[in-house]
Antibody, heavy 119, light 109 residues
């Protein structure tokens, strides 16, 4: 079935780095735009990054621009988020999500991976 | 940036009630609005896209309406499974970005 599975979350100190992965299955990954979205504890949803199906167009939210880098490997059906210069406010559950191109909504979500930034 | 204002932040209702949640955009977003349901510890689930189109598999008691700057999500008859938090999400075509509303928690009255 259509599925997204994130991994790579964990505990990291402020200023540190982490790389998240999102493994896609059950659909033609290379046909879809993808995004990363996060949710801080007890808070709402925050869109972070969008990457086109070929990976040549990428957008970031201002809150992570210059610190986070999104990429994808269509041969491996994988999406990545490299997170550098992490701050306490980056503590959140990170979701990858598939975008339904025609309606610009996120129709498939992963289960999320937790990132905790603390000294 | 386009700001999304969702109201109310919390809503207390009983099974069988008609429930309406509102989302307002700071400028016109045409019909590029979606609604999601999220339960504790789970990922969000798409309910409505393009303001009023029901996602496949979503019960027909959910409906969306609006265009431009004001949108509503209506649950015609609240069911026990509907107690959750609901988020609107807009897409800004002028400065590609996606913004979520602050969320509405629907609680048991």
């Amino acid at each position: 079935q259509v599925q997204l599975l994130e991994s790579g979350g964990g505990f990291v100190k402020p200023g540190g780095s982490l790389r998240l992965s999102c493994a896609a299955s059950g659909f033609t990954f290379s046909d879809y735009y993808m995004s990363w979205i996060r949710q801080a504890p007890g808070k709402g949803l925050e869109w972070l990054s969008y990457i086109s199906n070929t990976g040549n167009i990428i957008f970031y939210a201002d809150s992570v621009k210059g610190r986070f880098t999104s990429s994808r490997d269509n041969a491996k059906n994988a999406l990545y988020l490299q997170m550098n210069s992490l701050r306490a406010e980056d503590t959140a559950v990170y979701y990858c999500a598939r975008e339904d191109t025609y309606v610009v909504a996120f129709d498939v979500w992963g289960q999320g991976t937790t990132v905790i930034v603390s000294s | 940036d386009i700001q999304m204002t969702q109201s109310p932040s919390t809503l207390s209702a009983s099974v069988g009630d008609r429930v309406t949640i509102t989302c307002r955009a700071s400028q016109s977003i045409s019909s590029w609005l979606a609604w999601y349901q999220q339960k504790p510890g789970k990922a969000p689930k798409l309910l409505i896209y393009k303001a009023s189109s029901l996602e496949s598999g979503v019960p027909s008691r959910f409906s969306g309406s609006g265009s431009g700057t004001e949108f509503t999500l209506t649950i015609s008859s609240l069911q026990p499974d509907d107690f959750a938090t609901y988020y609107c999400q807009q897409y800004n075509i002028y400065s590609p970005s996606w913004t979520f509303g602050q969320g509405t928690k629907v609680e048991i009255k």
